[in-house]
């Protein structure tokens, strides 16, 4: 539970205070829990949603950063270079990705949810999510292949 809200906040002591408020919401609202779904999946969406919470929060006054990225097109990726990347590079290029895009890949790729689930837990349309799941994986590409081009 705390990589997951670590992984969305990327701020190790929101990421423990979204844990501790999770688990305090959780134990009050433990007579709302159906049993439809496991403890550890209702307890996660608790956890996601208050991390996407506390990111909103975070963001009322988003940054705007000056880097200019360079447009690679999918053309130039050699695809044998793939096999060298290191999941520390991925992650760590993951976060360089705006919130959004972040969030986004972070609920599909590495916490397993679909295009329909993620939609409702960043509350967007099923098309919005499949359009920003695409797009944060093309951008992953853009910066990975910028990133091996050095």
Known sequence: MYNTAFRILKNSFEAEDVMQESFLVAFTKLGTFKGEVTFGSWLKRIVINK?????RKNNKYEEVSLDVVPEASEES????EYTMLKAT???????????NYRVALTLNLIEGYDSEEIAEIMHITYQNSRT???????????????????
């Open 51 to 55: 991390s996407i919470t506390q990111l």
């Open 77 to 80: 990726i050699d695809k044998s």
């Open 89 to 99: 590079d991925i992650c760590n290029t993951i976060n360089q990705l705006k919130d």
């Open 132 to 150: 920003t799941i695409s797009r944060a994986k093309n951008k992953l590409r853009q910066l990975l292949a910028v990133h091996y081009e050095r």
